[in-house]
């Protein structure tokens, strides 16, 4: 009975080892995760102030190119001028060239506007950037150190677990059945010392006549308050 027990400890702490080993390892996957999750955003983020960009772009030459045109009407307007007869029809292409160069204006504080626009979607692109540069940067020195550690972990990660299972081969099928259980309902903690007649995995007091039989190491006990597995540590 004392070689299970102290099997069962063995295979307690081996797989609360396992346990910290994935968790640290699951840590590490999602600070490589992170990285790639702030690449992508801030990637998004610079294609969507490309698009817009573009788009602007566009717009702009698109006025230009209507802004062109009229000043072209404008010049053959006012080339007629001279060759105009009567009062009526000069104070009317007078008046059509005024509309024209009005509007003319207008489409050039149009363009104005667009360039403006570019010129800060173009200074919010260079911080964009600026930081996916810092973010692959450190991706990249950080990514390394990670997946060294991975490399690490998981040689440590598969000589625990062969070792684990070379111990639980030793338990019988319905004890280890039991402490599987234990272990996952309890996290991580399926045996528990007892000492001065209390189980102190929860604190609670034993009957007398359990502790007694605990610390003869007759038979497997478990504590009638939380049911991990008992055990006593061996007095000097």
Do not use: W
């Not at 800060?120 to 964009?128: A, I, R, S, W």
């Not at 000492?195 to 006549?209: K, T, Y």
């Amino acid at each position: 009975m004392r070689n299970k027990m102290n099997l069962l400890r063995d295979l307690q702490e081996i797989d609360q080892e396992i346990s910290s080993i994935e968790a640290t390892r699951k840590n590490y996957l999602d600070e490589l995760d992170t990285f790639a999750a702030d690449a992508t955003r801030v990637q998004t983020m610079l294609d969507q102030l490309n698009d817009e960009v573009a788009q602007l772009q566009q717009a702009e030459a698109e006025l230009q190119q209507g802004l062109l045109k009229e000043q072209d009407n404008v010049v053959r307007v006012e080339a007629r001028l001279p060759e105009i007869q009567t009062q009526k029809e000069y104070v009317a292409v007078l008046k059509e060239i005024d509309v024209a160069k009005k509007s003319n204006k207008d489409v050039e504080e149009q363009m104005q506007a667009k360039q403006q626009e570019v010129s800060t979607l173009e200074g919010d692109l260079q911080e964009k950037e600026a930081e996916l540069a810092a973010i692959q940067e450190k991706s990249e020195v950080r990514g390394t150190e990670l997946k060294q550690s991975l490399d690490e972990s998981e040689k440590v990660l598969l000589k625990r677990t062969k070792t684990r299972e070379s111990v639980a081969a030793e338990l019988p099928i319905s004890l280890l059945r039991k402490y599987h259980t234990l272990f996952k309902r309890r996290g991580g903690l399926a045996l528990a010392l007892a000492r001065n007649g209390a189980c102190l995995g929860c604190h609670m007091q034993l009957p007398p006549q359990q502790y007694n039989k605990l610390l003869r190491v007759a038979e497997i006990q478990t504590c009638p308050h939380c049911n991990r597995i008992l055990y006593v540590e061996a007095e000097n």
